[in-house]
């Protein structure tokens, strides 16, 4: 049998993230580094050769011409596609984290548990699944939910600030999303070095590994897992 799709592709699922945000990056470096103002005011321009249309816009000294330099329209819908983007990452992360408790599928104990524990990881599958569903809705656009205003002068928008709102609050659930996927597979390795104790690591993973292991101890025996969930995304956050 192949290997699930949301392990198979996740260089795609990250390399789609990374390009988008990528290209956020460079279009927020235009937009920080440039002038939006409106009007743009021209000091010391003649009318000279001006057309009819532009005529209108002169006066004594100089011109004041209406521009659209304000407009954020190309990095709003990077935002929404970015969105788009996390939220599959989202999904693909809470469906690995579901099949890491599935003995079938890892032949370890069923819920990562261990020969102390009751539940284990069985009743923890709900909070990350929320989250990758809160991403999922909070990735619909908003950019096209406006109405016309300022006497029908201000025909178009783009709702920016709540298309970033958005997005910043899916990161804050991808964290939390992906620190529940560690906590399971730190889990899994743990119990695989068990049946194991010659299992091999790749560095990256064994440095990861190494240092989450200080801030998230393995569970032997049934604990309340909020402040793990809490630290876990906290680590992820600031692991470099």
Request: proline share 4%; hydrophobic share 40%.
């Amino acid at each position: 049998m192949q290997d699930p799709l949301s392990y198979r592709d996740a260089t795609y699922l990250f390399a789609a993230l990374k390009s988008s945000i990528d290209e956020l990056e460079k279009l927020m470096q235009i937009q920080l580094n440039s002038s939006d103002d409106n009007p743009g005011i021209y000091i010391g321009k003649s009318s000279k050769d001006a057309s009819f249309q532009e005529n209108k816009l002169f006066t004594n000294g100089g011109a004041v011409v209406p521009t659209s330099n304000f407009e954020p329209l190309l990095w709003v819908v990077e935002f929404e596609k970015a969105s788009i983007v996390l939220a599959h990452n989202s999904k693909a992360s809470a469906h690995r984290t579901i099949k890491l408790s599935d003995d079938n599928f890892t032949h370890l104990s069923r819920f990562l548990g261990t020969d102390k524990t009751i539940h284990a990881f069985g009743a923890m599958q709900k909070p990350f699944v929320s989250l990758a569903g809160e991403n999922e809705f909070l990735a619909n656009p908003a950019s096209l939910d406006y109405s016309p205003v300022a006497g029908n002068i201000e025909d178009i928008a783009t709702n920016a600030p709540f298309v970033v709102q958005k997005f910043q609050k899916q990161i804050d659930n991808f964290y939390h999303i992906l620190g529940m996927e560690l906590i399971h597979a730190a889990q899994a390795i743990d119990l695989r070095k068990q049946k194991d104790p010659n299992l091999k690591l790749s560095k990256s993973t064994q440095k990861l590994y190494d240092k989450y292991r200080k801030v998230v101890k393995f569970m032997d025996i049934d604990r309340p897992l909020s402040d793990d969930f809490k630290n876990s995304a906290k680590f992820l956050k600031y692991y470099k």
